[in-house]
């Protein structure tokens, strides 16, 4: 509705900033500081949020000059952060220490209870429980950091392959394999699970 | 097909857990951190400049270039002294090739 005057502020404010006005950064903070700890909560551990959230701000004001504003502020703000949770897994290396360990009894009983759920109430009331999450991460965990990060746009956030590959910078064939590729691996991993217990 | 039926419901409960996933406030002091951060000299607001060691591997490429060149045209009209015997192994054109240059 008010997308022209919102843009023509943004830029207005970026070739501000970049002219030396660093104080006014924080107007960009104010209005996408949610925007960023959004994205960021989906992919780094809850603790981890902050920082790599700061980072994610450090990064796009080094960088503002390259901001062309032929798109959304928010939308460049956007890939930085997904590039940045990719970058923080990319740092933790293969320690897989917590992933090497097979799923605990409590949460492998909640895959079982969740696989033979027989109707919607049953499914949400499964869904909602803490070992979702739990699992969920214990299961990324097993993944590279791109397959990770492309598995949870793709699959677990609902965005087309051409959004990933737009937010991720790669190509649209890389992610619609990795994709697969990624998809495939976490159906392994848990269907294994299910079937040792069964 | 059972192991597709088993697996639906599992990845759209992950999905919705995903979905679900807390979004922490930050904290309070986290604004200021990042604004003092700005300040810090890594965090200016300014093109990147061009590594330096790019502008060397530039200057190493056509000084090697040069140098290639001007051997090769050195030892046009001296076949044995060329940069071919060079390559070979030859001794004596090796020896030449250093005292010329």
């Known amino acids: ?198 | 097909m059972k192991t597709p039926d088993r697996f639906a419901p599992v990845e759209a409960a992950l999905a919705q857990a995903h979905q679900n996933r807390a979004v922490p406030p930050p904290s309070p002091g986290w604004q200021k951190r990042v604004m003092a951060g700005l300040r810090l000299p890594g965090a200016q607001a300014a093109d990147e400049a061009t590594p330096l060691f790019v502008y060397a591997a530039y200057a190493t490429t056509a000084l090697s270039f040069c140098f290639v060149m001007t051997a090769l045209l050195a030892g046009w009209h001296q076949p044995t002294d060329s940069l071919a015997w060079l390559w070979l192994g030859d001794a004596s054109s090796i020896q030449t090739l250093l005292l010329t240059y």
């Open chain 1, 1 to 198: 509705m008010n997308a022209a005057p919102q843009e023509s502020n943004e830029s207005e404010i970026v070739r501000r900033v970049l002219a030396g006005e660093t104080d006014l950064f924080e107007r960009i903070l104010d209005a996408h500081r949610n925007l960023v700890f959004g994205i960021v909560s989906r992919h780094v551990p809850v603790q981890e949020v902050e920082g790599v959230a700061y980072d994610v701000f450090i990064e796009a004001h080094r960088s503002l000059a390259k901001f062309s504003g032929q798109s959304r502020l928010s939308h460049w703000l956007s890939k930085i952060a997904v590039r940045r949770c990719c970058d923080y897994w990319r740092g933790k290396g293969r320690r897989r220490e917590e992933t090497a360990n097979p799923l605990d009894a409590r949460q492998t009983e909640w895959l079982e209870r969740l696989a033979a759920a027989s109707s919607r109430e049953e499914f949400e009331r499964e869904a909602s429980r803490r070992e979702a999450e739990e699992t969920l991460d214990w299961a990324l965990g097993h993944l590279g950091e791109k397959d990770r990060m492309v598995l949870s746009l793709i699959h677990l956030e609902g965005h087309s392959v051409a959004e990933a590959s737009e937010l991720t910078g790669w190509s649209r064939a890389n992610v619609k394999i990795r994709s697969m590729r990624a998809r495939h691996a976490l159906k392994k991993i848990l269907l294994q699970t299910l079937e040792k217990k069964t």
